[in-house]
Structure formats: C-alpha cells, structure tokens
C-alpha cells in the first residue's frame, strides 16, 4: 500500500507562484498531478514518468514544471504565474507495477486558492 500526502498548497495572488509537493511512502515511478474543482472532475495537470519523462496539460504548459527527488520521494509540482482557474483542489496520484499489474494510489489533496 503506497500512501501519498500532498502539502504546499494555500492563497495567493494573481501572477504569485506555489509550489505543491507529493510525498510517497515508497517509490512510485510514474507520478501525477490533477485537480479538481467543486462539482466537476478530477483533470491531469502534469505527470512525470522515472526522471526524466514529463508531460503537461495545455493550460499549464510553460508555467508549471513537475520534478522528483528520489531520495526522499517526493514529486514537486512548481507554478508561477498562477491565474484564478489554477485555483482548485491539487491531487497527487502514484502509480506502481508489480508483476506487470498497475496500482494507482490518490493522495488527500491540498487546496490552492489565487485571488485576482
């Protein structure tokens, strides 16, 4: 069982940055953020697979950068320029595979607020 806690969220203005970390209790090589705002659904922000292999959604794309470090397990999910859509439930998701069966693994979120 992988458990994944997220932290780093909170308020900030128009333009200001955050950045969100996703601390596991074990490796996970394929790591994911997403976010969800009230009454709609989970949307991928930005993933990143073993240490090199990231990708973005369009809307986040060369504002928000993904990273990982290893030795603690921990993806970082750094965002500048932050606009009032960025504001959202950010949501951590681990994938592992054993035995070539997948898990994925949610973290509880942490909220991020941008205020204009």
């Known amino acids: 069982q992988l458990r994944l806690v997220e932290s780093g969220g909170g308020t900030v203005e128009v333009g200001g940055s955050l950045t969100l970390s996703c601390t596991a209790s074990g490796r996970a090589p394929a790591t994911n953020w997403y976010r969800q705002t009230p009454g709609n659904e989970r949307d991928f922000v930005a993933g990143?697979?073993?240490?090199?292999?990231?990708n973005y959604a369009d809307s986040v794309k060369g504002r928000f950068s993904i990273s990982r470090d290893d030795p603690t397990n921990t993806v970082y999910l750094q965002m500048n320029n932050l606009k009032p859509e960025d504001s959202a439930t950010y949501y951590c998701?681990?994938?592992?595979?054993?035995?070539?069966?997948?898990?994925?693994?949610w973290g509880r979120g942490t909220h991020v607020t941008v205020t204009p």
């Open positions: 990143v697979i073993g240490n090199t292999g990231t």
């Open positions: 998701k681990g994938v592992t595979s054993t035995g070539g069966k997948y898990k994925k693994y």
